[in-house]
């Protein structure tokens, strides 16, 4: 099974909408359109798989979670890759080069204890993430500069953000 490579998070204003790009190592792309409804609705679902981190859920107030959440957020940053441009060379489109809109947003979990993020369109395929912590946060972090750039004015920020805007992480 190919494994997650990189990720990028770009504002289209033609569009309206956030461009999400995946690569994979084995070459393959994946291109998705995340309207500012959806947005909407996978930022709380982002956030819950934050907080059900064991080391946060379990501590006792909510200013020792956020300081955990915080220090979770930069060591997973600092683990990923923002200055990469995306790579472009020839890829595999198992859906298509046109991006897919999607719709629907679910989330489970492995036997491993593992949290896997499904991202589908109405109808069709779509694809399931499984969401390290490095990745949950890079993903996070990429909405966010999505977020600001498309002047949605959602409520989608993380504590201590680096200041840098980034459009594309590659996961170490």
Not at 95 to 109: A, D, K, M, N, Y
Request: aromatic share 6%.
């Amino acid at each position: 099974m190919a494994q997650l490579n990189q990720i990028q998070c770009r504002y289209v204003p033609l569009e309206d909408r956030v461009l999400l790009r995946i690569n994979s190592s084995d070459h393959s792309e994946f291109r998705f359109w995340l309207t500012r409804r959806y947005v909407r609705l996978l930022w709380p679902v982002l956030s819950q798989l934050l907080q059900g981190d064991p080391q946060i859920s379990q501590a006792q107030d909510a200013r020792a979670r956020q300081a955990i959440l915080a220090f979770q957020h930069e060591s997973a940053l600092s683990q990923s890759s923002f200055s990469q441009t995306f790579r472009e060379e020839q890829a595999k489109f198992p859906l298509g080069e046109t991006p897919v809109l999607l719709s629907r947003i679910q989330t489970r979990t492995t036997t491993q204890g593992q949290s896997v993020l499904c991202l589908h369109p109405e109808q069709g395929q779509g694809i399931e993430l499984n969401m390290s912590r490095t990745l949950l946060h890079a993903l996070t972090r990429l909405l966010t500069d999505a977020v600001q750039k498309a002047g949605w004015e959602l409520e989608a920020s993380m504590p201590a953000a680096p200041a840098a805007p980034a459009e594309q992480v590659t996961i170490n």
